[in-house]
């Protein structure tokens, strides 16, 4: 859709405009937000994990390897909820939205990298329960 010039904008442009505004802002906050339930979900499983992986219920040698997944989990969304550093012109609005997607794909990057861990140490963890649990 285009903006033709001489005529009013219709009350739906003005609301996607507005919209279009505001997601960056939101996309933001939501992802700073992913970020601290994952460093809280990471801490709690890498604390459970410390207590309960032990040489009864997994191998002893894939103990440390699923801890520090939980652990690389765990450090990658402390770094992401860090605020994204980074010199901005505050004078030029190109410079700023270049900024601000900026900081979103990184915060997201951090968001993978911490679910992947988190995921790969939960699917070992299962994976090496069952096989120790499995009778032979």
Avoid: C
């Avoid at 979900?41 to 801890?67: C, D, N, Q, R, Y």
């Amino acid at each position: 859709m285009t903006i033709q010039q001489g005529q009013p904008l219709s009350k739906e442009d003005v609301f996607l405009i507005s919209l279009a505004q505001d997601s960056i802002r939101t996309n933001l906050q939501l992802s700073n937000e992913i970020l601290k339930q994952l460093l809280t979900l990471s801490g709690a499983i890498l604390g459970s994990g410390v207590i309960f992986l032990t040489k009864e219920t997994i191998p002893a040698k894939a103990i440390a390897p699923v801890l520090s997944t939980f652990l690389l989990s765990l450090i990658s969304s402390l770094l992401g909820v860090l605020p994204y550093k980074a010199f901005v012109n505050q004078d030029s609005p190109e410079n700023i939205k270049s900024h601000k997607q900026k900081a979103l794909r990184v915060k997201l990057r951090y968001i993978r990298a911490s679910a992947s861990f988190l995921l790969l140490g939960l699917l070992a963890s299962i994976v090496l329960v069952a096989i120790k649990a499995w009778p032979i």
